[in-house]
């Protein structure tokens, strides 16, 4: 088999091929890419055995077919170095040799049948959602899992349809994020009988991997695994077993006090806030007072630190305290032009930040006598 390819095409391709490839694993085999050529197109696939990308590449003369494993590290070294435009593959039974100018490799392959069949996506019926909106979904959610939590449910994220709707929802015990866009029905999709929760890996990998001009999602989601296809790649997943929390229980009412805040300038003070923080006294007071915010930490083995944000308030002082990391991480996935509304009962009571009517998170307090 023979192959002529564009490199910039394929390194590409090839990156996002990979990022499914397993670091460490017992199976040599999963170690590798596998490269499917055919008369439907040529794709490259990556698995884990657990998750799985196909992404079909272009930018390939050949007039073969057939299948061959690509060693991953090494092939990805060689893509890298690379300066020519072009370059050659020639496969020959377990040997692959790459020609690129001066330059000429020579890399043993494994047996293509060794390799775990990863699903392709062939269903008519599906849930379409916005790619984009799918991508920002995805980033102000995963963030908030706990993949090694032994409650494995909170290791992935929740997929929710109902109502031309799709939630996102994703909690680890002490924070929930919720994230909801329209979605629509192509065909006669059914709705999952069972909760789909969906491993944050999986997830993860469908935001990298979604081009900048792709328009759209498709989801189809079986009693076990779940398919999601965007343009020329396509993610499978097995479903994480065990319940997800009712989390539509844990957001509070609508508190009493409403506070406007803007996310860079808000995000700023609270990396500051984060410097003089230590394990055993990582909590910062949130003060809040006539149009002021105050962010107080302090650390015996370091110091202390007082950070001032002006804000609208105008109620009683408020005081309540946050693990400043769990607060950083939702703002970090705004753009700093962002408005947040903050919502708080009192200083014991779950925090509220809503962005829109589309996106809510919930931040549990630590105790202000730790």
Same mark, same amino acid.
């Given at each position: 088999?023979?192959?002529?390819?564009?490199?910039?095409?394929?390194?590409?391709?090839?990156? %996002?091929?990979? !990022?499914? %490839? /397993?670091?460490?694993?017992?199976?040599?085999? @999963?170690k590798n890419v596998l490269l499917i050529v055919s008369s439907a197109g040529t794709e490259l696939v990556g698995t884990d055995q657990e998750t799985?990308?196909?992404?079909?590449?272009?930018?390939?003369?050949?007039?073969?077919?057939?299948?061959?494993?690509?060693?991953?590290?090494?092939?990805?070294?060689?893509?890298?170095? @690379?300066?020519?435009?072009?370059?050659?593959?020639?496969?020959?039974?377990?040997?692959?040799?790459?020609?690129?100018?001066? !330059?000429?490799?020579?890399?043993?392959?494994?047996?293509?049948?060794?390799?775990?069949?990863?699903?392709?996506?062939?269903?008519?019926?599906?849930?379409?959602?916005?790619?984009?909106?799918?991508?920002?979904?995805?980033?102000?959610?995963?963030?908030?899992?706990?993949?090694?939590?032994?409650?494995?449910?909170?290791?992935?994220?929740?997929?929710?349809?109902?109502?031309?709707?799709?939630?996102?929802?994703?909690?680890?015990?002490?924070?929930?994020?919720?994230?909801?866009?329209?979605?629509?029905?192509?065909?006669?999709?059914?709705?999952?009988?069972?909760?789909?929760?969906? /491993?944050?890996?999986a997830m993860s990998l469908l935001e990298r991997s979604i081009d900048a001009d792709a328009d759209w999602v498709d989801i189809v989601v079986h009693?076990?695994?779940?398919?999601?296809?965007?343009? /020329?790649?396509?993610?499978?997943?097995?479903?994480?077993?065990?319940?997800?929390?009712?989390?539509?229980?844990?957001?509070?009412?609508?508190?009493?006090?409403?506070?406007?805040? !803007?996310?860079?300038?808000?995000?700023?003070?609270?990396?500051?806030?984060?410097?003089?923080?230590?394990?055993?006294?990582?909590?910062?007071?949130?003060?809040?007072?006539?149009?002021?915010?105050?962010?107080?930490?302090?650390?015996?083995?370091?110091?202390?630190?007082?950070?001032?944000?002006?804000?609208?308030?105008?109620?009683?002082?408020?005081?309540?305290?946050?693990?400043?990391?769990?607060?950083?991480?939702?703002?970090?996935? @705004?753009?700093?032009?962002?408005?947040?509304?903050?919502?708080?009962?009192?200083?014991?009571?779950?925090?509220?930040?809503?962005?829109?009517?589309?996106?809510?998170?919930?931040?549990?307090?630590?105790?202000?006598?730790?």
């Amino acid at each position: 088999m023979h192959l002529t390819c564009n490199r910039a095409q394929f390194a590409a391709a090839f990156a %996002v091929a990979a !990022s499914a %490839v /397993p670091s460490r694993t017992p199976r040599d085999v @999963l170690k590798n890419v596998l490269l499917i050529v055919s008369s439907a197109g040529t794709e490259l696939v990556g698995t884990d055995q657990e998750t799985g990308l196909r992404y079909r590449v272009n930018g390939i003369e050949t007039n073969s077919e057939g299948e061959v494993l690509l060693p991953t590290q090494k092939l990805s070294a060689i893509l890298r170095e @690379l300066q020519s435009e072009t370059f050659e593959l020639q496969i020959d039974d377990r040997t692959i040799l790459l020609k690129s100018g001066g !330059s000429r490799f020579r890399l043993t392959s494994e047996d293509p049948r060794e390799f775990p069949p990863v699903p392709r996506f062939s269903e008519d019926s599906c849930f379409r959602v916005s790619a984009p909106v799918l991508r920002q979904m995805i980033r102000r959610t995963s963030f908030a899992t706990d993949t090694e939590s032994t409650r494995y449910a909170l290791g992935g994220l929740l997929l929710e349809f109902a109502e031309g709707l799709l939630t996102l929802a994703a909690t680890d015990g002490r924070r929930l994020a919720v994230a909801t866009a329209s979605c629509e029905r192509q065909g006669d999709p059914l709705i999952p009988a069972r909760t789909t929760v969906v /491993p944050t890996k999986a997830m993860s990998l469908l935001e990298r991997s979604i081009d900048a001009d792709a328009d759209w999602v498709d989801i189809v989601v079986h009693d076990n695994d779940v398919l999601l296809k965007s343009g /020329p790649c396509t993610v499978s997943s097995r479903l994480v077993e065990g319940r997800f929390p009712r989390y539509r229980d844990v957001i509070p009412p609508t508190g009493s006090v409403n506070i406007p805040l !803007s996310a860079g300038l808000f995000y700023s003070a609270v990396r500051q806030s984060q410097i003089v923080t230590d394990e055993e006294t990582r909590g910062v007071d949130f003060r809040f007072s006539n149009s002021l915010l105050t962010l107080a930490s302090e650390a015996s083995a370091v110091g202390d630190s007082r950070i001032e944000l002006a804000i609208e308030f105008a109620h009683d002082d408020l005081q309540i305290t946050f693990d400043p990391k769990y607060v950083a991480e939702f703002l970090r996935v @705004l753009t700093p032009e962002t408005l947040v509304d903050l919502q708080l009962t009192d200083g014991e009571t779950a925090a509220v930040f809503r962005v829109d009517d589309s996106y809510t998170y919930v931040v549990m307090p630590l105790t202000q006598d730790r």
